[in-house]
């Protein structure tokens, strides 16, 4: 029904940067907020950074200063911008977003992306 479809990740060196993108698909009405997650090898996934469908912004307190989340309404898109990269930042990246689907408008569900890798290098 949706689908969420992630580009982005990859490898890079500490200090360096990334910008993943998530775009997401399907029988929409409408997203509400929308928000990277990511997991690392052995430990829980965490919430990275959200973004209200009004644009307001959540961070981690690990990535503050350093990450940005943005999107595109009309792209059905959101951007995460990763600055001064730390090679404790490396983990599996997922997209998330709660969406009011087209066959019930007043349903608010939750997808999940298939995660990206994202890999910093000291």
């Known amino acids: 029904q949706v689908q969420l479809v992630e580009s982005g990740g990859g490898l890079v060196q500490a200090g360096g940067s990334l910008r993943l993108s998530c775009t997401a698909s399907?029988?929409?009405?409408?997203?509400?907020?929308m928000a990277w997650y990511r997991q690392a090898p052995g430990k829980q996934r965490e919430l990275v950074a959200l973004?209200?469908?009004?644009?307001?912004?959540n961070y981690a307190d690990s990535v503050k200063g350093r990450f940005t989340i943005s999107r595109d309404n009309a792209k059905n898109t959101v951007y995460l911008q990763m600055n001064s990269l730390k090679p404790e930042d490396t983990a599996v990246y997922y997209c998330?977003?709660?969406?009011?689907?087209?066959?019930?408008?007043?349903?608010?569900?939750?997808?999940w992306g298939q995660g990206t890798q994202v890999t910093v290098s000291s």
């Open positions: 399907g029988s929409i009405f409408s997203i509400n907020h």
């Open positions: 998330n977003a709660a969406v009011h689907e087209a066959v019930d408008k007043w349903r608010l569900s939750t997808f």
């Open positions: 973004i209200t469908s009004g644009g307001n912004t």
